[in-house]
């Protein structure tokens, strides 16, 4: 009988490498993965969880039956940036995390609820890198994009069925983000599916990650605009009950529940909030648009819980891949652009395009460390006008640097401070720009020009760590720049707020410490 090659406690990093896997098709599978365990290196990051302790024979049969499906399973991937890796998959609503979905410039729109997650996990997981959008199956809407997998308008049983083997399957992150519920409800109502088969793709979805040493990252079901009738509700809190049962049964997953959120309590079925300041916490269906960053403080909580975070990680003075910016907000030697008064760190500029705003920036001591603060008041907003900007001079490329092939980020570790009222918040954009070359600038959390509502969910008093997509360097590529921008809202007259910075960095993750 093919024995499974065993996942090895060696570490790279703070990932959990696997040595020579071979096609996995033993029934015994979970009992020789039993015992592999749930490391955690010195950083605090957990490696892969391979935890596949099934309750029965016939959980082990199905997770072992689950992987031979997918075929023969490589080794996991090893990250490019030395951070545990990990994959989207699920309906559209994870459809709208991929690059380029609902913006413009290769960017990630502010509707991306996984990207919050990250942000608010501390960078705790690199999304893993599978090339250009490719289709996946017959459907046109059934994309792939650098780890992200999503398809329109699909039921659980259309994802498990086109998708598990050659996206969950073959890549193997570290962890999966799974959202794949909410079409289920509707469509069963409809006849075009049953609840068993529902069920059965949840659990061939989250017993195949399981026994390929992926851990399931499974987001409940979000409320709908769709979910109009008595016979909704049923299923709806059917599949959600069963869902959050079957944590017993696989102890690996890790399960976040969502319809506490914004659910509309007034009404006998699961629809979103939707009026006042809710109204565009969803479109006209059920997909995240305000809401986003609250689902995705929600997910960063729970895998918080399970020893998923990032902070302190990013890389800085002395290590090789910190190639600009300034990582420890350290200084005062930066420029306040006029009319932005006040000390600013080394190397950052901070500039105002708003309308008779006093933007008052200060270096400050935060929590025991120096951090750069930004006080905006009374800016009035006519149009897409920032309220704050701030960036570095541009990186040229050299030795020093990065060169044609390399890979590179900005981060910036961000807090809005929950002292001070916010008012007046279209979006927080960062940006990092490539002089010549083929790159287009990759921005995070960019709204479409037509969504002018303000955004009032972003959580504040708690640190976030802003990263933008990774980004190779084309040829032609003379320099990168990074910024970071606060867009005021079209809506109010009035823009008020204070953010706090701690780290501003541009990584090179093709280098060697």
Not at 142 to 159: F, K, N, P
Not at 184 to 194: H, K, S
Request: one cysteine or more.
């Amino acid at each position: 009988m093919p024995q499974i090659t065993m996942l090895e406690d060696v570490w790279d990093g703070p990932t959990l490498l696997a040595k020579g896997a071979s096609p996995i098709v033993s029934t015994e599978l979970a009992d020789q993965l039993v015992g592999v365990g749930k490391a955690v290196d010195s950083s605090g990051y957990r490696g892969a969880r391979v935890d596949a302790t099934m309750t029965d024979d016939v959980q082990r049969a199905e997770a072992a039956a689950v992987v031979e499906a997918a075929g023969a399973i490589v080794p996991l991937r090893r990250a490019i940036s030395g951070i545990p890796t990990a994959m989207a998959f699920g309906n559209s609503i994870c459809a709208q995390n991929r690059i380029g979905a609902n913006t413009v410039n290769g960017s990630v729109s502010f509707d991306a609820h996984l990207w919050w997650a990250q942000a608010f996990s501390g960078h705790a997981f690199e999304w893993l890198q599978t090339g250009a959008t490719v289709q996946v199956g017959a459907s046109a809407s059934s994309l792939l994009t650098q780890g992200i997998y999503g398809y329109s308008g699909a039921t659980s049983v259309d994802i498990y069925n086109t998708a598990f083997a050659v996206t969950l399957g073959a890549y193997r992150p570290n962890y999966a983000l799974i959202q794949m519920i909410e079409n289920d409800v509707t469509q069963i109502v409809a006849g075009t599916i049953t609840r068993v088969q529902a069920q059965t793709a949840y659990r061939n979805t989250i017993s195949g990650c399981l026994a390929q040493g992926t851990t399931p990252i499974f987001i409940g079901c979000l409320p709908s605009k769709s979910y109009s009738t008595a016979a909704h509700a049923t299923e709806y809190w059917a599949l959600t009950n069963y869902v959050e049962s079957l944590q017993s049964l696989y102890p690996g997953m890790i399960y976040v529940p969502v319809s506490d959120l914004y659910m509309d309590s007034a009404l006998t079925t699961p629809q979103p909030l939707s009026s006042g300041i809710y109204a565009n916490y969803t479109d006209t269906s059920v997909h995240p648009k305000v809401a986003a960053p609250l689902i995705g403080a929600r997910i960063a909580d729970i895998l918080g819980l399970h020893g998923i975070l990032g902070f302190g990680l990013i890389p800085g003075p002395g290590d090789a891949r910190y190639i600009g910016g300034n990582a420890f907000t350290s200084g005062t030697g930066g420029t306040a652009s006029a009319p932005v008064t006040g000390s600013v760190a080394n190397n950052l500029t901070i500039a105002n395009n708003m309308t008779s705003a006093t933007i008052a920036a200060a270096v400050v001591n935060r929590n025991g460390r120096q951090a750069q603060q930004i006080s905006v008041t009374a800016g009035t907003s006519t149009g897409f006008q920032n309220m704050f900007s701030e960036f570095t001079s541009a990186i040229n490329s050299g030795p020093s640097s990065f060169a044609v092939g390399d890979i590179v980020q900005l981060l910036v570790e961000f807090e809005i401070d929950s002292a001070t009222a916010l008012t007046g918040l279209r979006d927080l954009t960062l940006e990092l720009a490539h002089t010549g070359g083929a790159v287009t600038p990759y921005q995070m959390f960019k709204k479409a020009n037509a969504d002018t509502f303000d955004t009032i969910t972003i959580p504040t008093g708690r640190p976030m760590v802003f990263a933008t997509p990774l980004s190779v360097v084309t040829p032609g590529t003379t320099a990168v720049r990074p910024f970071f921008y606060a867009y005021a809202s079209q809506n109010a007259a009035a823009a008020t707020g204070r953010f706090f910075n701690t780290k501003f960095a541009v990584v090179n993750w093709s280098k060697s410490n």
